[in-house]
């Protein structure tokens, strides 16, 4: 049943198209590596400033700027992977790999929604709230985030060469 919706979904038309496109396939592949930098470029030093990192620069300054950019960033590798996957939905789909990089990216993005939701990111997001730096839970939040997000970037990249 999946791998006939599989097959089907590759053989759209508009997905053949992409397919067998000189210059678009690669404009979505340079988009999905634009969404990754932005993910990544930002959730990196935010991950790194909740396990200490400069930590004379406010966290409330940071993730201000960050936080959008690595949202943007999601939404643009997102889209932009879906395209790509649906190129080769059944290879893909059939590839241990990908489903791993699948569930490293849904628990990155749970981990961020449970920051996201907890009181000590909220007070941690005070100016004016004297602190001696980000708590245990968020020093662990941010180095799990960092882990998944890695990780799940080594298996995108592994993909391109075993899938």
């Known amino acids: 049943m999946l791998f006939d919706v599989l097959t089907a979904l590759q053989n759209l038309g508009p997905v ?4 067998a496109s000189r210059w678009v396939y690669p404009l979505v592949n340079a988009g999905h590596i634009a969404g990754l930098a932005l993910l990544v470029g930002a959730i ?6 909740l396990l200490g990192v400069w930590r004379s620069v406010p966290l409330a300054l940071l993730a ?7 949202m943007a960033g999601l ?14 939905a059944g290879k893909y789909a059939a590839t241990p790999l990908f489903w ?5 990216i849904a628990a990155a993005v749970a981990n961020a929604l449970l920051l996201r939701r907890s009181a ?13 730096g980000p708590g245990a839970r968020l020093r662990a939040a ?3 985030s960092a882990v998944l997000w890695l990780a799940a970037l080594v298996c995108g990249r592994l993909l391109a060469y075993l899938a």
């Open 16 to 19: 053949a198209a992409l397919r």
């Open 44 to 49: 990196l030093p935010l991950d790194l400033r």
């Open 64 to 70: 201000r700027v960050l936080v959008p950019t690595a």
């Open 75 to 88: 939404a643009l590798a997102a889209i932009s992977g879906l395209l790509l996957f649906s190129v080769s």
């Open 100 to 104: 791993l990089k699948l569930g490293l």
């Open 120 to 132: 000590e990111w909220t007070l941690a997001l005070v100016p004016d709230l004297p602190q001696d």
């Open 142 to 144: 941010g180095a799990l």
